[in-house]
């Protein structure tokens, strides 16, 4: 049995990886996280074929000439991201279902190339006042940083309305409960074959 897409996409602040590290456990949902390839360099802890495959700029455009992808996006300023259609298959072969963290462009183009077999969830801020509240919270950024990040927000979540479903997260608890229930349903869906 191959397993299906499940695609998260949210601006940046919103919860999402918080969201998928609560719910990649979950035994009914048997997810397997899709680690992208990036050509930006690992922060703190992270490790190559964990959070991502870290490769330079030049193999990403080799790679992305030779076809390699199934999707990818300059999601900063010299910076690519995308994902490999050798990890879709590494996970989905195994029957895992591959939950993919990819940014709103990314998301749009996965759901249209794998259609039914794919269901992708918008994960909301409250309201953009919030968000800016939780960015400056996380006291990391200076004002220049949260006002690119705000902006960047309100142009990602013009993009909500061409997801399958939003998830609203104003409660951590709450909003990674309301995912796993749209993966589980998404899931029973599939196959059933309805
Ligand atoms: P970060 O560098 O903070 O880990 O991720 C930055 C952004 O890149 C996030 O919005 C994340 O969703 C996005 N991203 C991660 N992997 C992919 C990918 O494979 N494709 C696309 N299009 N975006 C990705």
Redesign the pocket.
């Known amino acids: 049995m191959k397993g299906k897409i499940i695609i998260l996409?949210?601006p940046?602040g919103t919860g999402?990886s918080t969201i998928i590290s609560r719910i990649i456990n979950d035994p009914e949902l048997h997810l397997g996280f899709?680690i992208?390839?990036?050509s930006?360099a690992p922060?703190g802890q992270e490790q190559h074929g964990c959070?991502?495959y870290f490769i330079s700029n030049e193999e990403f455009k080799q790679r992305a000439e030779a076809g390699e992808f199934v999707?990818?996006?300059e999601?900063?300023p010299g910076?690519c991201?995308?994902?490999l259609k050798s990890e879709v298959e590494r996970v989905t072969s195994s029957g895992l279902n591959l939950i993919?963290?990819?940014?709103v462009?990314?998301?749009v183009?996965v759901k249209k190339c794998y259609g039914d077999q794919a269901l992708s969830i918008f994960i909301l801020p409250p309201s953009l006042e919030e968000l800016e509240r939780r960015l400056r919270g996380r006291a990391t950024d200076d004002d220049a940083t949260i006002a690119k990040r705000l902006g960047k927000a309100e142009y990602e979540i013009g993009f909500a309305d061409a997801y399958d479903c939003k998830v609203v997260n104003d409660d951590i608890d709450k909003a990674s409960a309301n995912v796993a229930a749209l993966i589980k349903s998404f899931i029973a869906k599939t196959e059933t074959g309805n």
């Open positions: 996409s949210a940046s999402k899709s992208s390839a990036t930006r922060r959070e991502y999707e990818w996006e999601v900063y910076t991201y995308g994902t993919m963290d990819i940014d462009k990314g998301g183009n």
